[in-house]
């Protein structure tokens, strides 16, 4: 079982910074691919940004790009959303989840989420 604990959400004025973090209780992860993910109130889940742990690769939707950046700390166990420039739309609960085969398309582990705000 793997367990996924999201911190660094906050209240952040519009055009801000924050970093999210996402510490995983297990330290071996060279199949997986780390996911953040965010559901706004009335809206579905959508995806933000991945990165496979073994390569490196990192993954983007086209909304968040040139602003967010995924990075992981393999010493750590643990994965980092930096957001810039935030936008008050982006106002949302944040999660972190983990998906074992790597895919992007299975992703089994979900942490408790992170709010948060960008304010006007």
């Known amino acids: 079982q793997v367990q996924l604990i999201e911190s660094g959400g906050g209240l952040v004025q519009a055009g801000g910074s924050l970093r999210l973090s996402c510490a995983a209780s297990v330290r071996t992860f060279s199949t997986y691919r780390m996911g953040w993910f965010r559901q706004a109130p009335g809206k579905e889940r959508e995806f933000v940004a991945a990165?496979?742990?073994?390569?490196?690769?990192?993954y983007y939707a086209d909304s968040v790009k040139g602003r967010f950046t995924i990075s992981r700390d393999n010493a750590k166990n643990t994965v980092y959303l930096q957001m810039n420039s935030l936008k008050p739309e982006e106002t949302a609960v944040y999660y972190c989840a983990a998906d074992p085969s790597g895919s992007g398309q299975n992703y089994q582990y979900w942490g408790q989420g992170t709010q948060v705000t960008a304010s006007t």
């Open positions: 990165i496979r742990w073994s390569f490196g690769n990192t």
